[in-house]
């Protein structure tokens, strides 16, 4: 008997979750931050590349665009560039997202030594795709050469436990529980809101 109500809990929660949400970034997928140190052929840094997947907007105008975040550090010599039309996501199941959209900030020649963030969107494909793992894909431009990238990210799924005693409810950043009649509760890190708004910033080193 507890299993059913508990599989019927379950069923609402999933329906009427997307009808209270409020505009913000939901979902969390790992690692965040990722961090590599991009090379040349002969092993020199050429930058330091940083990406993290903020999650899926909710809210217009971009409601239901996953995007993501890319900070960029010149280590090298020479200008460096992000072509954005060589940035692409994948889905766990290799459908491929949008063109890739700027959504704030501002790509092209970065100097030596500079720092430049980026947010970049993406609408997902259109047949039901698996969002449990996302690729990205990009390809950097330094002294005329292609340097070709890729990172996976692991969407960190919801979290269900019981408790057969009364129980309080404790609420973390980063998660959104609830506790039912029975004791059952359930933590959703995939239900958690970030409302901060996109935004970048681009700095250079004295």
Known sequence: MVRMVRTVLVALAALLLPACRSAG???LWQPKPLELTVREADGTP??????????????????????VRVR???LGSVPLQLPLERVELLSGDLQPFSAARLVSGQLGDLEPGAIRSVDV????PAEDPDLRGLQLRWVLLVGGHE?????????????YY????????????????DCHWDG??????DGSVQAMPPHTTSVSRP
Do not use: I, K
């Open 46 to 67: 050429a930058a330091l590349f940083s990406a993290a997947v903020l999650g899926r907007w909710y809210g217009e105008p971009d409601d239901g665009e996953v995007h």
């Open 121 to 124: 969107g993406f609408s997902p």
């Open 162 to 177: 019981n408790y057969y005693y009364p129980v309080h409810v404790g609420v973390g950043w980063g998660y959104w529980s």
């Open 72 to 74: 960029l550090e010149n």
């Open 147 to 159: 340097l070709p990238g890729s990172a996976t990210f692991q969407r960190v799924d919801p979290m």
């Open 184 to 189: 059952w509760c359930s933590t959703w890190p």
């Open 25 to 27: 970034y939901y979902g």
